[in-house]
């Protein structure tokens, strides 16, 4: 069983309707905030640097971009085929490969295994945006992709980022700009509990080689000009049974 059409069509007109241009949704912060941070904390842990990397959830692909300039062959993968659409025209050099992918079909997943071979992950805020039931079939789909040799780098955010989107959402002068298209598509980011996130982990085959908490950066600022970002924590993940790198 894929994705609820209901959640597709949720992501299809929110990538639809997002503008052109990096930075114009609120988690599309700059790599150098984002995945160029992310990649200092995984980098140790890459068993094989060598392999393909899958940026998966690559949304509009900025941070799609930032890899495919580190590593050799990478491909971005997102269940809105407009997201797919606005990476590719924002890639016109092709520096990086771009698919459309339900990450909880479990055949589509096999066979980008089968056609990229073992690869190493990068996911950054798609478990917590996902539906309760998808939530296991995601991080299986990151068992799969990395076989035995890949490792894979999870950021999510935090259940106290729930509370700092609300606090934003309920301000006398209503949600930030950036953050209005988020409720308005009927998506429902920081879902995840905490305590969860770990177990949620475990039952789909996975070792966590290390953690941490690390704010993720967003696009949008206060009033005051002071950039929001949200509280978040990371995790770097190996198959079970994977020996350490």
């Not at 599309?28 to 984002?34: N, S």
């Not at 106290?160 to 009927?186: C, E, I, N, Y």
Request: net charge negative.
């Amino acid at each position: 069983m894929s994705v609820t059409n209901r959640y597709r069509d949720a992501w299809e007109g929110f990538w639809r309707d997002a503008p052109e241009g990096e930075g114009a949704v609120i988690w599309d912060a700059e790599p150098a905030l984002t995945a160029e941070r992310h990649l200092a904390l995984f980098a140790p842990h890459l068993a094989d640097p060598e392999l393909p990397v899958v940026d998966l959830g690559c949304g509009n692909g900025t941070q799609t971009r930032f890899l495919a300039e580190r590593f050799a062959r990478v491909l971005g993968a997102d269940l809105s085929a407009a997201a797919v659409g606005l990476a590719r025209r924002s890639d016109p050099a092709e520096r990086a490969g771009y698919l459309q992918l339900d990450a909880t079909d479990p055949a589509a997943v096999r066979a980008l295994h089968d056609r990229l071979g073992d690869a190493n992950v990068y996911l950054r805020g798609v478990i917590h945006q996902s539906e309760p039931a998808d939530r296991r079939k995601v991080a299986e789909a990151v068992a799969t992709l990395l076989g035995d040799r890949g490792r894979a780098f999870l950021v999510e955010l935090s259940e106290a980022a729930k509370g700092v989107l609300g606090a934003l959402a309920r301000d006398p002068a209503g949600p930030p700009a950036k953050l209005r298209p988020v409720f308005a598509h009927g998506l429902a980011p920081a879902e995840v509990a905490d305590a969860a996130f770990g177990a949620l982990l475990r039952a789909s085959g996975l070792t966590v080689l290390d953690s941490g908490e690390l704010p993720l950066a967003t696009t949008e600022f206060t009033p005051g000009g002071e950039r929001i970002e949200l509280p978040a924590h990371w995790v770097a993940v190996a198959p079970d049974g994977a020996r350490p790198a």
